[in-house]
């Protein structure tokens, strides 16, 4: 059973470019969390979402950010017109239930805005 | 300010030593969960205890949890170099009946051959 998977693991982009986030989660779970770390920081919540539903988008910025989990494919955590402070690693989870449970993580995708 | 918080924020001792970690929270929680950093690196899964439980072990690795003192502690026994690695505590905020954790700073620990 293959963990969940994270690509590209490292991403560079300029300064206004779009930066396109990919996250497949572990077989059989259907609820997916997004994370970022800032450098010498724990973790921060961005979004949770569930099959075509964005269930909790409390830590995402209001603007520039969108996060999508279709019925088919992975998940996507997009950012818009990046700026140097979006520089960070960005970690997906998954879990086969919404509580009670372990969150299983990617090996995140580190964003460096140039 | 963190949920989770843990303390030392850095620790180094001998290959050998024991190693422990403390982590502590500010709200109600369901779940307390360990998690291992390598440099770089994504987060490995180490230990979840639940709200009912006081103490936990799993190999080298014992957890404990107070709820009365908003407290839970990791111990690392007989450590090894391999172990070197940032360790984070998360409790998890439950949201609309969906659980989002929460991450403290994280206790960078070094273990020195």
């Known amino acids: 059973n293959a963990g969940v998977m994270q690509n590209p693991r490292h991403l560079v982009r300029r300064r206004g470019q779009e930066a396109r986030l990919r996250c497949s989660p572990m077989?059989?779970?259907?609820?997916v969390y997004w994370y970022r770390q800032l450098p010498e920081e724990g973790l921060k919540f961005m979004v949770y979402l569930q099959k075509e539903n964005i269930i909790d988008e409390s830590g995402m910025p209001k603007e520039r950010f969108s996060a999508e989990f279709p019925k088919e494919g992975p998940s996507i955590l997009r950012i818009q017109q990046v700026v140097r402070g979006d520089s960070a690693a960005y970690f997906c989870a998954s879990s086969p239930a919404p509580q009670g449970v372990t969150q299983y993580f990617g090996p995140g995708t580190r964003l460096l805005v140039l | 300010s963190q949920q989770g918080e843990e303390d030392p924020q850095a620790l180094s001792i001998q290959e050998g030593e024991n190693a422990t970690m403390n982590c502590s929270y500010k709200t109600s929680i369901n779940n307390l969960q360990w998690y291992r950093q390598n440099s770089g690196r994504g987060l490995v899964h180490l230990i979840l205890i639940r709200s009912n439980e006081r103490e936990k072990h799993s190999g080298r690795l014992r957890v404990t949890l107070d709820t009365s003192k908003k407290s839970s502690s990791l111990l690392i026994t007989a450590s090894r170099a391999a172990d070197t690695a940032s360790y984070f505590c998360a409790t998890d905020l439950i949201i609309q009946g969906a659980q989002k954790l929460v991450f403290g700073q994280g206790t960078r620990l070094t273990i020195n051959p």
């Open positions: 077989k059989g779970h259907s609820h």
